[in-house]
């Protein structure tokens, strides 16, 4: 009974910035681990940017340098700073969680997606 909402996608030129925000809501013990991945059109999804709780970041080679993960664990929150945007960086982008539903029982949800099209 988790639900992961995105928000923060939409148009902006190469070059530009972005910030995604997921929260996380319903019956959670904790939170162990938020990453967001993206699929463009034709493509397999794939990770972008991962995070645990206790803050330990890790970045695809693509966006290293221009991407930043965070979190506010209060508020079952993860955000992904994106700067220098580039046109390969065209997908929809999905928020992960690795969410605790009781102290040994744990189970991987999705958010619904949210789109961002950097244009040339």
């Known amino acids: 009974q988790v639900q992961l909402v995105e928000s923060g996608g939409g148009l902006v030129q190469a070059g530009g910035s972005l910030r995604l925000s997921c929260a996380a809501s319903?019956?959670?013990?904790?939170?162990?681990?938020m990453a967001w991945y993206r699929q463009a059109p034709g493509k397999q999804r794939e990770v972008v940017a991962q995070?645990?709780?206790?803050?330990?970041?890790n970045y695809a080679d693509p966006v290293k340098g221009r991407f930043t993960i965070s979190r506010d664990n209060a508020k079952n929150t993860v955000y992904l700073q994106m700067n220098s945007l580039k046109p390969e960086d065209t997908a929809v982008y999905y928020c992960?969680?690795?969410?605790?539903?009781?102290?040994?029982?744990?189970?991987?949800?999705w958010g619904q997606g949210t789109q961002v099209t950097v244009s040339s």
């Open positions: 319903g019956s959670i013990f904790s939170i162990n681990a």
């Open positions: 995070i645990t709780r206790g803050g330990t970041t």
């Open positions: 992960n969680a690795l969410v605790g539903l009781s102290p040994r029982l744990e189970y991987n949800y």
